[in-house]
């Protein structure tokens, strides 16, 4: 039987690194949001395993939600089709969000969750990603909160998936399927 991991090719972040940035991220958003309660919203599921760890680095009192969305089922390029799968429980009216991403790659998520969660009259609104992929951009989105920029290769691990696959890696490698 073949090793479940031989189709990650090249280690593109090492678990260190990760635990390093998301750590810097938390004190970030903790120093941003001093004396306010920010309601962080996880969009599911590629996001989980990086917003179970950056919240554990956030040093503020704040609320927890979960969204999921999908664009991509079985495949390594996105769909271009963004609908919503799960929706949030509580009302965002009022409050300040943070949209916790695994990654950015078209902007077409976070495109259409930014107008829709936008339209229910938060005080703010930001996204804080753990990956952004700038050259795969079809609509131009701000990311005010961004772990590391990495070049147009479909990656997996720490909650990134292929699917459903990989997302227990604990570092980022690149997707090479071996046949």
């Excluded at 271009?80 to 799960?86: F, S, T």
Aim: proline share 4%; net charge negative.
């Amino acid at each position: 039987m073949k090793d479940w991991t031989e189709d990650v090719g090249e280690v593109l972040l090492k678990e260190e690194q990760i635990r390093r940035k998301v750590e810097e991220m938390g004190r970030r958003i903790t120093s941003d949001y001093q004396g306010r309660d920010p309601l962080l919203v996880c969009i599911l599921r590629g996001a989980v395993v990086f917003f179970s760890d950056l919240v554990r680095f956030i040093d503020l009192p704040l609320g927890m939600d979960f969204i999921a969305v999908s664009s991509y089922g079985a495949s390594t390029k996105s769909s271009g089709q963004v609908r919503l799968v799960k929706d949030l429980e509580a009302s965002i009216e009022g409050r300040d969000v943070i949209l916790v991403e695994d990654i950015v790659d078209t902007g077409l998520t976070l495109n259409y969750l930014r107008r829709s969660l936008g339209n229910r009259n938060p005080a703010s609104l930001r996204v804080c990603s753990l990956l952004s992929k700038p050259s795969s951009r079809q609509i131009d989105v701000e990311v005010e909160y961004c772990g590391f920029e990495i070049e147009d290769h479909f990656v997996v691990g720490y909650g990134l998936d292929y699917a459903q696959r990989f997302r227990n890696l604990p570092h980022i490698g690149i997707y090479a399927p071996n046949p």
